[in-house]
């Protein structure tokens, strides 16, 4: 499993043109996040279909509110979007590795160990983006709430995925793709 996590990120670094700080990969080649809009589809069913007995968590976890409005995504700065995903990340991998100390039923953990890998594979991938301090929004608290269903996590990764993320790739494909 730790060799799918080196391989994405090996292939999102490959894609790297020369003179961007960006991987281009999933930016120009749309096939990408579209595997990677299925996979979250994926892992939130199996989620639900197959771990359908997981108790709540004892102890709730904070999940970044990732809904948005177009026109006001529209508007921002694609340095202020980069920034918004990535706190929205980060407040996701925290609530999967609370929540896997939580679950003990081998499918529920199982689940949650895929779903941290591939958030904080995006995680680490926006981080190389290395965009310059500039004007955006200070530190990083996201919009949220507090959840104790498990299934709930997997919902907010693949709105994270299939909204913001994609469109943001999007965006950036516009003035950096061929």
């Known amino acids: 499993m730790e060799l799918n996590r080196l391989l994405l990120l090996t292939s999102f670094l490959l894609h790297v043109k020369e003179g961007h700080a960006r991987p281009m990969g999933p930016v120009c080649d749309k096939r990408l996040i579209q595997k990677y809009i299925g996979e979250a589809k994926d892992m ?6 197959e771990c359908q007995t997981l108790p709540a968590l004892s102890c709730p976890v904070v ?5 948005f409005n177009m026109r006001q995504w529209k508007n ?4 202020i979007k980069w920034h918004e995903i990535l706190c ?4 996701l991998v925290g609530a999967v590795t609370e929540a896997q100390g939580q679950v003990s039923q081998e499918c529920g953990a199982n689940q949650l160990r895929q779903l941290y ?3 904080n594979s995006f995680l680490l991938l926006l981080q190389t983006f290395g965009w310059e301090e500039g004007p955006r ?3 990083c608290s996201p919009s949220s ?4 269903q498990v299934t709930e996590i997997f919902l907010t990764y693949r709105q994270l ?3 913001k993320l994609r469109f943001f790739f999007h965006n950036l494909a516009k003035d950096s793709c061929d």
């Open 44 to 49: 939130e069913k199996r989620a639900q279909s």
């Open 137 to 139: 929004e200070p530190g």
């Open 88 to 91: 929205n990340l980060v407040l």
């Open 161 to 163: 995925v299939q909204g």
């Open 117 to 119: 890998r591939h958030a």
């Open 145 to 148: 709430i507090e959840q104790t």
């Open 76 to 79: 921002k700065s694609d340095e």
């Open 63 to 67: 999940l970044p509110l990732v809904d």
